[in-house]
């Protein structure tokens, strides 16, 4: 079992770019998580996602970031127009689309982190 | 809103002693779950250990421990018999228990950053 498969791990881009950093969840998982974390601080919950539905983004910026989880396919979270307060290290966690025990512990990704120049 | 505070930016302990790590939280629910995560220097998340609120009895993964206290709202990480290996950043969190059709979202604490001196 692979585990949750980001990429890039590292990516840069100048201002006003497009990053898209993408996901692969955990075999046999549905349920797609985007955590932000910036320097010096804990993370913050983006965007909650199951194939090709967003159910929560209540931590997305209203603007330029976008996330989708479709039917075949990794997690695309995108950010258009990059600025550097977008520099951050971004991580992907996923859990089983069942109401199981295991389904309240999110296994994470080794993040991707973008430099914004 | 719930929030989880971790009010030791850093800690230092050497090796092969115990460190408890704090970590309190505020919420109103009844029903949730609270975590400790460890981040290494490789930025991975890994989770250390979990805690059911329903539960009364503290759990334990070999080395370490929680001390929950669920009507002070705390939720204590114990490491004992320290090693350099348990170096890293750590992160209380809370997540809600399931409600249907809702997120399950985690909200993490700042983290404490553990030094284990030799």
């Not at chain 1, 890039?8 to 974390?37: D, I, N, T």
């Not at chain 1, 977008?86 to 993040?111: H, K, R």
């Not at chain 2, 709202?73 to 399931?98: E, P, T, V």
Request: a positive charge.
């Amino acid at each position: 079992n692979a585990g949750v498969m980001q990429n890039p791990r590292h990516l840069v881009r100048r201002r006003g770019q497009e990053a898209r950093l993408r996901c692969s969840p955990m075999k046999g998982h549905s349920h797609v998580y985007w955590y932000r974390q910036l320097p010096e601080e804990g993370l913050k919950f983006m965007v909650y996602l199951q194939k090709e539905n967003i159910i929560d983004e209540s931590g997305m910026p209203k603007e330029r970031f976008s996330a989708e989880f479709p039917k075949e396919g990794p997690s695309i979270l995108r950010i258009q127009q990059v600025v550097r307060g977008d520099s951050a290290a971004y991580f992907c966690a996923s859990s089983p689309g069942t109401e199981s025990s295991g389904a309240n512990v999110l296994t994470f990704g080794a993040g991707s982190r973008l430099t914004v120049l | 809103a719930q929030t989880v505070t971790q009010s030791q930016p850093e800690m230092s302990v050497q090796e092969a002693e115990t460190v408890t790590l704090s970590c309190t939280y505020d919420t109103s629910e009844s029903d949730y779950y609270l975590f400790w995560y460890k981040q290494p220097p490789s930025r991975q998340m890994i989770l250390v250990i979990r805690q059911e609120a329903y539960k009364q009895q503290n759990a334990t993964e070999n080395r370490f421990s929680v001390n929950f206290q669920k009507a002070a709202k705390s939720f204590s990480l114990k490491i004992s018999d320290s090693q350099l290996g348990d170096a890293a950043m750590y992160f209380c969190a809370y997540r809600r228990a399931f409600d249907w059709g809702a997120t399950n979202k985690l909200i993490f604490g700042t983290g404490t950053l553990l030094a284990v001196q030799p």
